[in-house]
Nanobody
Framework: QVQLVESGGGLVQPGGSLRLSCAAS????????MTWYRQAPGKEREPVAT????????SYAVSVKGRFTISRDNAKNTVFLQMRGLKLEDTAVYYC??????????????WGQGTQVTVSS
């Protein structure tokens, strides 16, 4: 079955860097759009970065553009989120997501368990 497992979160000082990983299994992540979302306490979950299948086109939330980079390693079936210049407001649980079309069900969202990123001095 489809599984997404995030890792790489942690505590970092403002201005620091982290690289998150999302290991996918049960499907070929290279053929589907993959998105990193985040959810801060008391806020709604929001998309941060997407990498589209095949074309490797990427898109970013305005708040992270120029600081975060999404990429994938198809051989490892893994998607990454390189985060640089971290700010206090980047503190959140980060989730990996994909949407797969299932006959009879339409598009189904799949989520990982999330990884905590805390930016604090």
């Amino acid at each position: 079955q489809v599984q997404l497992v995030e890792s790489g979160g942690g505590l970092v000082q403002p201005g620091g860097s982290l690289r998150l990983s999302c290991a996918a299994s049960g499907f070929d992540s290279g053929t589907y759009p993959m998105t990193w979302y985040r959810q801060a306490p008391g806020k709604e979950r929001e998309p941060v970065a997407t990498i589209f299948s095949n074309t490797e086109t990427t898109s970013y939330a305005v708040s992270v553009k120029g600081r975060f980079t999404i990429s994938r390693d198809n051989a490892k079936n893994t998607v990454f989120l390189q985060m640089r210049g971290l700010k206090l407001e980047d503190t959140a649980v980060y989730y990996c997501n994909t949407r797969i079309f299932r006959v009879g069900s339409g598009y189904v969202n799949y989520w990982g368990q999330g990884t905590q990123v805390t930016v604090s001095s």
